[in-house]
T-cell receptor
């Protein structure tokens, strides 16, 4: 079964610190790697995404680093705030050349707490 | 602009029953996908509907079926419920079938007793 392995399972960081969440994948057919943020009682919300031909992407305080040869990617949150406390999921999926895409394969999630 | 709306928000069923969950996509979106999220886990892809047809399917038994209507809304049906079907069921919509920007609803929490 296709898998995306995410670590750590939980993470506690002081306000202003830089939490780093890591993901690894096996399937080289994956074309797109999004990160989602989920608050309790809500559905996941797209944060940022990257394609494998790019090594880094920044959007606001969120940065994805991508290492295609190692089949790993990570999320960094700069100047973290208590409001960033949530569960973060990495994901991956395959685009089809004829159009359409496979469903997303999600990691198991990282429960992040930013302490004031 | 209403986002993805799902109903009901919570549901309790007994083993062996059937359930129907409903989803209205975000305005302007034509593709709907369904995911199952067990407690403490990441969402798992069930299937995707585009142009009223099931386009992709994850590793779920055929007890899980769906439908998309001409207005792009969708239903997820689960027959012969098992205790293990207890989960949060998430609907996601996008402007096309390539999943580039998926918007998720808040989900339906299904408990099977």
């Amino acid at each position: 079964q296709q898998q995306v392995k995410q670590s750590p399972q939980s993470l506690i960081v002081q306000k202003g610190g830089i939490p780093i969440i890591n993901c690894a994948y096996e399937n080289t057919a994956f074309d797109y790697f999004p990160w989602y943020q989920q608050f309790p009682g809500k559905g996941p919300a797209l944060l940022i995404a990257i394609r494998p031909d790019v090594s880094e992407k920044k959007e606001g305080r969120f940065t994805i680093s991508f290492n295609k040869s190692a089949k790993q990617f990570s999320l960094h949150i700069m100047d973290s705030q208590p409001g960033d406390s949530a569960t973060y999921f990495c994901a991956a999926y395959t685009l089809y050349s004829g159009g359409g895409a496979d469903g997303l394969t999600f990691g198991k999630g990282t429960h992040l707490i930013i302490q004031p | 602009d209403a986002g993805v709306t799902q109903s009901p928000t919570h549901l309790i069923k007994t083993r062996g029953q059937q359930v129907t969950l409903r989803c209205s996509p975000k305005s302007g979106h034509d593709t709907v996908s369904w995911y199952q999220q067990a407690l403490g886990q990441g969402p798992q892809f069930i299937f995707q509907y585009y142009e009223e047809e099931e386009r992709q399917r994850g590793n779920f038994p055929d007890r899980f079926s769906g439908h998309q209507f001409p207005n792009y809304s969708s239903e997820l049906n689960v027959n012969a419920l098992l205790l293990g079907d207890s989960a949060l069921y998430l609907c996601a919509s996008s402007r096309d079938s390539i999943n580039e920007k998926l918007f998720f609803g808040s989900g339906t929490q299904l408990s099977v007793l």
